[in-house]
């Protein structure tokens, strides 16, 4: 069975910071990840996906996140944080298209001025 | 707008009343599922469906149960609602893209509160 593992419930930067969120995984075959973002009482948004090909995958927002296998990995960075970024980030795994996503705890962001 | 459409978005229950969480999508997606999200707990499956006619179990379907009614509508029910089950529920579909990737779509959710 999957599971995902985010280091850090809370994270704290300053704006222009750099951005970095921990996501490791486990699984018994090659995984599909995913980043998903979540704003305040709103749904979930997806910032970005690895499937197959380029492990190094641009999302929205200016975040980017990097499949490394051997360290089974997805960390989620951004250069520069904007004060719009405060938001909780959820890592998540699934094996295909019509299996469930399992869901990392997330991890809450702050972005202080 | 196309999407995944949950109804009610905000529900009052008192212990022991029943309700039914309503889902539904129009992008013809095969597989839809139902979360339920608690504070610092992430989202933890409750139920899903493959595909129309069949449904399983995930990590916590105690005190739910679910109807995949056709290929676009997926409801939860809780038959005796317990203040445990005060959560943010969420429904999701998926299907596969023409690139080979897969896409989940998610509701905006139900905020349930059981007093």
């Known amino acids: 069975a999957q599971s995902v593992t985010q280091l850090g419930s809370h994270v704290s930067v300053s704006e222009g910071a750099l951005v970095l969120l921990r996501c490791n995984y486990s699984s018994s075959v090659p995984p599909y990840l995913f980043w998903y973002v979540q704003y305040p009482n709103q749904g979930l948004q997806l910032l970005l996906k690895?499937?197959?090909?380029?492990?190094l995958v641009k999302g929205i927002n200016g975040f980017e996140a990097e499949f490394k296998k051997s360290e089974t990995s997805f960390h989620l960075t951004k250069p520069s944080a904007h004060m719009s970024d405060a938001a909780e980030y959820f890592c998540?795994?699934?094996?295909?298209?019509?299996?469930?996503?399992?869901f990392g705890k997330g991890t809450r962001l702050s972005v202080i001025a | 707008n196309a999407g995944v459409t949950q109804t009610p978005k905000f529900q009052v229950l008192k212990t022991g009343q029943s309700m039914t969480l309503q889902c539904a999508q129009d992008m013809n997606h095969n597989s839809m599922y139902w979360y339920r999200q608690d504070p610092g707990m992430g989202l933890r499956l409750i139920y899903y469906?493959?595909?129309?006619?069949?449904?399983d179990k995930g990590e916590v379907p105690n005190g739910y149960n679910v109807s995949r009614l056709n290929k676009r509508e997926f409801s939860l029910r809780l038959e005796s609602a317990a203040p445990s089950q005060t959560s943010v529920y969420f429904c999701?579909?998926?299907?596969?893209?023409?690139?080979?990737?897969?896409?989940?779509?998610f509701g905006s959710g139900t905020r349930l509160t059981v007093v």
């Open positions: 999701a579909s998926s299907k596969a893209t023409g690139t080979g990737g897969w896409s989940y779509t």
């Open positions: 469906s493959a595909s129309e006619g069949t449904t």
């Open positions: 690895y499937t197959t090909g380029a492990t």
């Open positions: 998540a795994v699934s094996l295909s298209g019509n299996t469930p996503l399992v």
